[in-house]
């Protein structure tokens, strides 16, 4: 049994009568509890629970301070290509919008991978658009081989691949994958990725269970907000995380969460996700799954970034550009070619200072290559 | 008590109290710490050392006279631990090695029969071994065998905070193993360390209940004086308890009087 079956309990309907059926004793009776079930969680993530948030947010402060400590890893993505076969209508590669599309040569790659490593960075994410006909498994095999002579941790989040592809990637020093479900909302999510690969809703949603199964380290998973009714979404991302973290208890499981924003394209934006919910849908999660990673990237403003650090986060991106080639690039060259905008310029060194600021110690490695050493 | 010395792989230590370094706020503190719990022996992750770093590196902040005790953080299988142990070693970390082989992200419980594995390998390349393991005769008896030089269990699991929940197991531990019993992860008081300290514990490990302190420097002199208490209690042989109050004015006394 995948995780589809699981998912597919939770119709819409029913997730949307259950939220607003939770109450006020329902969540202090929730937040009493030490461990809670997924149950609690859906309870934690209704409109009854927004009063209790300060609470919450204590709770969440508290278990993170005890799993993490007063730390913050810090990564930057890295862009390998924008090619993309898929026409994701909220997505700024969409196939359709006309923008400069372009892929590094291993060349390239080196010299982005200097640039970014001369910051001190030391964990990078790359990343390519869905075109398995321009970046091949064998082309991101090639680029990672590059890639580790300058970082001790290198992840993907790429296409959905099959398991022998990322078992195949992971023994090449791969250590994590992040697949981003986008939605889980199995009506919405052929109306949003009309056509392309990606338009697989099962084989998406099977994805980090394939990594897993792959030996991938660290497996990232998460829901675009802001594509369907947020706690839906947070809902089954958290189930969906739980689901791997007790059937793989080998893997890192973590989530993003990341907030729709603007890109290249007309994406008309029916569910918009405020702040306050943000940090509802964070503080859940964190009470749901005390040991799980917790990403937050630079879509968010500095301020609100600075502001969730003592929320749960764990992890977040600094010094990012979503330009293919981006950070070799000068400034002024940019061909607005982005995947969409981020909020959070800040430079590597800006971002250190803000989390020190924040009474947390930024952390640039956490993890020491295992395979190809002693 | 000045003869009482904590000796592990023919190396002696004033000071029972083992810290860590992983999650403080900034590591620039560490010596601080260091100082005020007068610890002798300090764990480091191998996987947060940056050996080749430009800038701050957790071992810059590590006083050069402490006994420096990597550990393989981050190993899911005996192999991934003998890897870590051996590049810390050619780092010039030296050739002590905690082992920690933990394969369930969600508890961080360590797996007893990959550390068990582990442990005869870098035993046998001439490694001091130290094994965090669960509290459990089988395997303290087994990684004796493999040549570990002290046994770490656990008292409740990594970073919780949750105290000597192994108690029973542990007294076992004290009682049976010939080698120091070092009570490594959960405890999260001074009063827990003293506690184990009391029992007859070798040494306390302690790191997260120290980092995440209000004022870490502070809680490492509680930790500190906790130990101390706790071994001085211990050596001083506690009186024994009972479950029944002991009469001041017994009521049977008259049929020893005289005797």
């Not at chain 1, 890109?263 to 943000?278: I, K, N, Y």
Request: aromatic content about 8%; some cysteine.
């Amino acid at each position: 049994m995948s995780f589809y079956n699981i998912c597919a309990q939770y119709d819409e309907e029913c997730l949307k009568e259950q939220l607003a059926s939770k109450t006020e004793t329902d969540v202090k009776h929730t937040l009493a509890q030490e461990q809670i079930s997924p149950e609690g969680f859906l309870t934690l993530l209704s409109p009854a629970a927004v009063p209790f948030i300060e609470d919450m947010a204590q709770k969440a402060h508290k278990l993170t301070l005890q799993h993490f400590g007063r730390t913050i890893t810090l990564f930057t993505p890295l862009y390998l290509a924008n090619y993309c076969t898929n026409r994701c209508v909220y997505c700024g590669f969409n196939t359709k919008n006309k923008i400069y599309r372009s892929q590094l040569s291993y060349e390239q790659v080196e010299s982005e991978a200097k640039v970014i490593a001369s910051t001190g960075m030391k964990n990078i994410l790359i990343l390519t658009g869905d075109a398995r006909a321009k970046s091949s498994p064998e082309y991101i095999k090639a680029c990672v081989e590059i890639l580790n002579k300058y970082f001790p941790s290198v992840s993907i989040e790429i296409y959905a691949m099959t398991e022998q592809e990322y078992a195949s990637l992971a023994e090449s020093g791969v250590d994590g994958m992040t697949m981003f479900q986008e939605t889980y909302n199995e009506k919405l999510y052929p109306v949003l990725h009309p056509s392309g690969p990606k338009h697989d809703y099962r084989f998406r949603l099977d994805a980090p269970e394939r990594s897993c199964k792959a030996g991938m380290r660290v497996v990232n998973i998460g829901a675009l907000l802001g594509l369907d009714e947020w706690r839906h979404d947070a809902f089954k991302t958290g189930l969906h995380a739980h689901y791997l973290q007790s059937k793989y208890p080998g893997v890192d499981i973590a989530v993003s969460l990341p907030r729709m924003r603007t890109h290249v394209g007309h994406f008309e934006q029916t569910c918009v996700v405020s702040d306050t919910e943000m940090v509802q849908n964070l503080l859940a999660l964190r009470i749901f799954m005390p040991r799980a990673g917790i990403t937050i990237s630079t879509r968010e403003k500095a301020e609100f970034r600075n502001n969730i650090m003592h929320l749960g986060v764990t992890k977040m991106s600094a010094g990012v550009s979503t330009e293919v080639g981006g950070h070799a690039k000068a400034e002024d060259d940019s061909d607005k070619s982005a995947q969409f905008d981020i909020s959070d310029t800040r430079s590597l060194t800006e971002m250190c200072e803000a989390i020190s600021s924040q009474g947390y110690q930024p952390v640039f490695k956490d993890w020491e290559p295992i395979f190809g050493t002693l | 008590m000045i003869d009482d010395v904590l000796e592990i792989g023919k190396v002696k230590f004033k000071s029972r109290l083992l810290i860590g370094t992983g999650k403080y706020a900034d590591d620039s503190i560490i010596p601080a710490v260091c100082d005020s719990s007068e610890s002798q022996i300090i764990t480091v992750a191998m996987r947060r050392v940056d050996f080749n770093a430009t800038t701050e590196n957790v071992m810059d902040f590590i006083p050069k006279n402490m006994q420096l005790l990597p550990n393989t953080s981050g190993a899911r299988t005996a192999e991934e631990a003998v890897r870590i142990a051996r590049l810390a070693k050619a780092a010039g970390c030296g050739d002590w090695i905690k082992i920690e082989v933990i394969s369930d992200n969600k508890y961080l419980l360590p797996d007893g029969y990959e550390t068990i594995k582990a442990t005869e390998i870098l035993a046998k390349e001439g490694f001091t071994v130290l094994p965090y393991v669960n509290a459990d005769l089988y395997i303290a008896r087994a990684l004796v065998d493999a040549g570990a030089a002290a046994v770490m269990p656990l008292g409740s699991p990594i970073g919780t905070n949750r105290g000597l929940k192994t108690r029973e197991m542990t007294r076992i531990l004290i009682e049976e193993i010939k080698l120091p019993i070092i009570v490594d992860a959960g405890i999260g008081r001074p009063s827990e360390a003293c506690e184990a300290m009391e029992m007859g514990a070798d040494a306390c490990l302690v790191n997260t209940a120290i980092a995440t302190a209000n004022d870490p420097v502070k809680m490492a002199k509680a930790f500190s004086n906790a130990v101390k208490a706790g071994r001085e209690a211990y050596l001083s042989g506690p009186g024994a308890k009972s479950n029944l109050a002991q009469a001041s004015s017994p009521l049977t006394g008259f049929l020893t009087e005289g005797q």
